[in-house]
């Protein structure tokens, strides 16, 4: 089929105001197109040439483009770049260049779909020693043959930069109308879509296949399932009334989620955008492929920075500094290890999961999963029946380390929805955030052993502010980042002198560290944020009852305070008036991870 078909759509959509008008188009360009070809079609109106997750890209450089049309139309590039500055667009650039070549009745016509789309998939697949003038060579020789619509089409799409605005539903609602039987037939296609995320694949099963096939679409290994996402409510009791009375609740991760598809050793793992991110994550490939008891399966998780040492999870910005790295990428897996929380299986050795209740994946996923250590685990859950359980739960959640809770119905009806955002899930996330700005200095009142490098050695410290009331030292924070070699070392010695064997009469903990101090080594914490907590002690009652408040993600400055004596550590106080001073309401933002 002639490529000209496709321009002479995309110049129709381009024109119109009307919403309905544009489907109409596809549906009669769709309706024309051989089914052999209909996938290609898709892709090339989506402005793509393979679905996202296959991650080959097309966007060749400005300057090569320049150059293929140059050699097509036999001209300086310079002649080129006036007119590109002057309509901002490379496209209607060389529209107007072709135009004034007067060659658009003689080349029309003569370029097919297949010819247009196999060569641009070869160019975006070319790399290594001559791939630069292989590109450019490919480019020249379409352009070559191309009536000057196409060749503004042509030069967009070698760009990377189509930009329709069709939306992925409208090319389902076309393919509905042209081949499905009618649009009420469109929620199977979308069934389809949402399993695959394939929109050119799931046009041609439709189109070879006919709508039968695409009832029998299954959940393919190495094929992403559009992610299903939750709603938000910040009120745990609305939250249990949505949900029937009661729910699952879950540790909501800060960290990248992942679809991990392992096929008898071989592990596939795609981002929430469903890129292929494989290659930047070889450790969590290792820990799926040997973490699992299937030959086949499909599991869903969050990956997430964390201290070895301590067991602790660190900032979500950290794992950020692991995505795009090609070199050092040894270096960053070490310094930057991460663990993986899985919450959801999709499929197992031929039994597609999405269709079965939460309780019945999670029982699955629990049988599943070979846990190991904190490197690959589960989302930490409980069955929560009452508001109080579920936010007792969110501020353990948070002293943890997590964004907040996950609420997920545990109702007969409470399938996967792939690619749908439901009540099903709820996130429940806080809705003010005290940013911690100043450092606070610190009294050293226990220990914790450390794991791993730091065997023998403390792996985090107890750490409290001082009440000047009554004269007693509240714990506020577990201290384990921001030590070098060093430091372990000398803390070692500094702290061996006030070891004593119970916890000291000033001290006020509810948490039991492995080693009691006499209050007297101070030091310099920087933290982001004062967050309310179920664990430390500090101004309890005094914000939430039942409740004190914690410094999130501490880190150690390395400023060793022995100018100062433990009395004069940061107070309760000032902790609260941080607290209230910095508090401020946390921005909705679409999570992108
Ligand atoms: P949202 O993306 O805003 O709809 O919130 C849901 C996101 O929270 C998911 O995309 C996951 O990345 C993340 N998440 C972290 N922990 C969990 C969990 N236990 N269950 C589901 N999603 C989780």
């Known amino acids: 089929m002639e490529y000209l078909k496709v321009v002479e759509a995309y110049q129709k959509i381009q024109a119109t105001t009307k919403r309905l008008a544009i489907t109409e188009t596809l549906v009669n360009l769709l309706k024309e197109t051989p089914p052999r070809i209909i996938d290609k079609t898709v892709y090339l109106t989506q402005g793509k040439l393979h679905p996202d997750y296959e991650g080959i890209e097309l966007g060749m450089a400005e300057k090569l483009v320049i150059r293929s049309i140059a050699a097509a139309l036999m001209i300086e590039p310079a002649k ?16 107007q260049l072709f135009q004034s070549q007067k060659i658009a009745k003689l080349s029309s016509g003569k370029l097919t779909i297949e010819r247009v789309y196999d060569e641009l998939d070869r160019i975006a697949r070319v790399s290594g020693k001559g791939s630069v003038d292989s590109k450019i060579k490919g480019l020249t020789e379409i352009l070559s043959q191309a009536s000057p619509e196409e060749a503004m089409y042509i030069t967009r799409m070698a760009m990377g930069r189509l930009r329709l605005g069709v939306a992925d539903m ?13 649009k009420n037939n469109r929620p199977l296609l979308e069934r389809a879509y949402n399993l695959c995320s394939d929109l050119g694949y799931v046009a041609r099963v439709l189109a070879e296949r006919g709508l039968d096939a695409l009832k029998e679409f299954q959940v393919t290994v190495g094929r992403p399932i559009r992610p299903m996402l939750a709603e938000r409510l910040n009120d745990p ?9 009661e729910a699952a609740a879950e540790y909501k991760y800060d960290g990248l989620r992942m679809q991990c598809h392992s096929s008898i050793g071989s592990v596939k793992l795609f981002s929430r955008r469903l890129e292929d991110i494989t290659s930047q994550f070889p450790d969590i ?7 699992g008891r299937a030959k086949e399966f499909i599991v869903e998780g969050e990956a997430v920075p964390v201290n070895l040492e301590t067991g602790e ?27 993986f929380f899985a919450f959801d299986v999709l499929y197992v050795d031929g039994v597609d999961y999405t269709q079965r209740p939460y309780p019945e994946r999670r ?88 794991r791993g490098r730091r065997g023998g050695k403390y792996g985090a410290l107890l750490m409290a502010a ?63 944020e004062i967050t309310l907590s179920p664990i430390h002690t500090a101004a309890w009652d005094k914000v939430r009852k039942d409740a004190g408040l914690a410094i999130r993600f501490p880190r150690f400055t390395g400023k060793y305070r022995d100018d100062k004596e433990p009395e004069q550590s940061t107070t309760i106080e000032e902790i609260l008036e941080m607290y209230h001073k910095q508090l401020k309401k946390v921005k909705e933002q679409s999570s992108t991870a």
Do not use: N
Request: glycine letters at 10%; a negative charge.
């Open 80 to 95: 080129i770049e006036v007119g590109y500055k002057k309509e901002g667009d490379l496209g209607t650039a060389a529209l």
């Open 237 to 245: 009791q609305e939250i249990l009334d949505k949900m029937g009375g």
């Open 313 to 339: 999870l660190l900032p979500f910005q950290l794992i950020s500094q692991r995505r795009g790295r090609k070199y050092e990428l040894d270096r960053m897996i070490e310094e930057i290890p991460i663990s």
């Open 466 to 528: 001082y009440d000047k009331k009554v004269d007693v030292f509240r714990t506020v924070t577990k201290l384990g980042s921001g030590f070098k070699d060093e430091d372990l070392e000398k803390l070692q010695k500094l702290l061996e002198p006030y070891k004593i064997p119970h916890k000291h009469a000033r001290v006020d903990s509810k948490l039991v560290p492995d080693v009691w101090f006499v209050p007297a080594v101070v030091l310099e914490v920087a933290g982001s």
């Open 170 to 182: 409208t090319i389902l609602d076309a393919l509905a109308i042209a081949l499905g039987g009618g």
């Open 285 to 291: 490939q290792g820990l799926v492929r040997d973490g």
């Open 363 to 450: 029982d699955k996923l629990e049988s599943l999963i070979k846990i190991q250590g904190e490197r690959l685990t589960l989302a930490h859950q409980v069955i929560a029946k009452s508001a109080e359980k579920m936010e007792d739960f969110m501020e353990h959640a948070i002293e943890d380390g997590c964004e907040g809770i996950v609420a997920k119905s545990i109702k007969p009806d409470s399938v996967y929805k792939a690619g749908a955002r439901g009540w099903t899930w709820i996130k429940y996330k806080r809705e003010y955030k005290s940013e911690m700005q100043d450092t606070v200095d610190l009294t050293v009142v226990g220990a914790f052993a450390g």
